[in-house]
C-alpha cells in the first residue's frame, strides 16, 4: 500500500542519515476504503493526491511542533509527504478516512518518492504551521493564511535524490 507520511526536513535528514525513520505516532494517510466511499468521484490518482494533501497539511503541526525543538527549528520551513510502499499499513477510519497506523518504522529501502515545499513557499508555511490549529477551528482569517500555503505545490523528489536535496538547504 502507499501511505504517505507528514515529515518535516530534520525527518529526512534523519531518514538519511539512519536508513530508517518511525513516523510520529505511526500515522500517515493512504487510499482507504473509507477515503474511496467519502468522494462520489474521482479515480485512484485523484484519491491518493487527496490522501497526500492531508499529509501535507499534518506535516503543518510537525513543522509547528519543530518550531520549539532547537534542533529542527534551524530547518527551512517546508512541508515534506515521505509517500513509503508497505504492507503493515492498517486502516483507522475512526481517525479520519484517510488515516492509516503503521505498526513500526520506515526503511529508505521503502521510500518511493518525497515532496518537499520549494524556497518560494517557506513564508507561507512558517505563517500556517502558526495558525493551523485556529483554521481547524474554523477561523476565517486561519483558513486564508492556511490556504496560502497550501496554493504552493509539492516539488517530487526520488529517494535517490535525497542527499543531494538536503545538501542544498
Known sequence: MRVYLP??????????????????GGTGFALTPALRESYVSGDTEELEYAALLDAARASLRLIGAAEHDAGDAKEPWRRVVIAVDVEDAKPRPDLDAPVV????PISYEDVAAVH????????A???????????????????????EAEDHELAWYAPGELPFLLDLL
Not at 7 to 24: F, Y
Not at 101 to 104: E, R, T, V
Not at 116 to 123: F, L, P, S
Open 116 to 123: 518537499v515545499d520549494t524556497e518560494e513557499a517557506e513564508e
Open 125 to 147: 508555511v512558517r505563517a500556517a504551521a502558526r495558525v493551523i490549529d485556529a483554521a481547524d477551528l474554523g477561523d476565517p482569517d486561519a483558513e486564508f493564511v492556511l490556504g
Open 7 to 24: 515529515g518535516t526536513i530534520g525527518m529526512l535528514r534523519r531518514l538519511v542519515a539512519d536508513g530508517s525513520l518511525q513516523p510520529p
Open 101 to 104: 497506523k503503521l505498526s513500526g
